[in-house]
């Protein structure tokens, strides 16, 4: 049995907390069942589901800490684990950056469980997929992609007291269209914890399209362009932005947020004063888990507020180091965005290019954020606000600070799913100025 229920976990944990012998003992039991299908070239290539359950024991005598992980639930299984961290505990170093484990905490009330995601059968992935193949064929195009749904738990129990049960559900879907000669391709993406809310055929038409229209390419000089990102191409900018908010890096002279001098920007006026980013587990979009790993609790926090930086994340080590309050990395990020569609800010455009997708995204300055990547799966010439035709792909040299301070306008927010961390986000399309293409690609 992969899906606990509280009491069920609940009971598990117990048996834990009174097994153990060590000064502080920590406990997370999860457990998932997770179905997809992958196919290629218009025909499913795999089809699979796996059920799993793991429970990871925590001991520590001071700041000496052990871990133990098993998959096995009787008596004496729960023994022999925690028995295990425990001698790992004394064996190992101390860690001085170790602060225990937390109290009980209060957590928000949040959605991520949908009941039709849980129940999705191998029937019903099969029939989503079909749909999103049909759509390819009937356009003599060829599909390749992946469905995949899970639904699992999380519960974790400490020695202080600390008791947090938690279960979810996700839907993720994603797929290229490519022309019969090879020149044309197309991509969409979607992911929603409530399946009912996913409609392959129409992702895949929005794929399809792009494929069609992708033919024929033509070749611009590489330069600094007006750019239209779709959600896709924002998030993997953005994500690096979100990732890199520390601030013990900062603090140390080691990330964008680094304040000459010493210390960090948090209080300064960031980028374009349009721009609002934060998280809430509770968002009815995007609802997520209320707790973060170490069992703090996942709180609504504006991180940047009309363009000033407000808040960035603290860990406990380096709260206790600044004596100031924590903040927990949060589970998610949401931008704000604007009332436009993105065919609005196509119409808007005179000249610019609009992007579906940025890829295989590199680091190249921490301390500015500068990022490399290449453009894909469907990169557009506006004219006069209409799609003209198709260009070929970009290499880019850019930084989502340079980016964010160059925003012209910005899309209505809808959810994404990175195609690079496939973490899900609520993100705008943003139209760009000055975005710099470094190259060409020959790539398709």
Known sequence: ???????????????????????????????????????????????????????????????KVGTATINEFDD???????????????????NPEYMGVLGPQKYVT????????????????????????????????????????????????????????????????SLTVRTPDGLGSGYASRGFNDVTKLNTAAVSAVAVNKAVGSREAKALEPGKYTVILEPAAVAVMLENLFFNMDARSADEGRSFLSKAGGGNKVGQKLVDERV?????????ELPTSPWAGDGQALNKVTWIDKGVVKQIPVSRYWAQQKKMAPVPFPSSAIMQGGNQSLEDLIKGTQKGILVTRLWYIRSVDPQTLLLTGLTRDGTFYIENGKIKHAVKNFRFNESPIIMLNNLEAMGKAERVVSGESSNNYLLPPLKIRDFTFSSLSDAV
């Open 276 to 284: 609002t980013i934060y998280s809430d587990p509770a968002h009815p």
């Open 1 to 63: 049995m992969a899906i606990y229920t509280k009491e069920q976990a609940q009971a598990v944990l117990n048996k834990v907390m009174a097994l153990s012998k060590a000064e502080e003992c920590e406990a997370n039991l999860t457990g998932s069942k997770s179905g997809n299908v992958r196919y290629a070239r218009n025909s499913v290539s795999t089809a699979g589901e796996s059920h799993t359950t793991q429970l990871v024991v925590q001991s520590s005598f001071g700041k």
């Open 110 to 173: 949040t959605t991520p469980f949908s009941p039709a995601t849980a129940a999705i059968t191998p029937d019903k992935r099969a029939e989503m997929v079909a749909q999103s193949i049909a759509a390819a064929k009937a356009k003599n195009l060829t599909a390749a992609g992946y469905l995949q749904d899970s639904v699992g738990f999380q519960a974790m129990m400490n020695s202080k007291g600390l008791f947090a049960f938690n279960t979810d559900t996700g839907v993720d879907f």
């Open 76 to 94: 004496a299984s729960l023994e022999k684990v925690v028995r295990r961290s425990e001698e790992l505990a004394k064996l190992a170093p101390e």
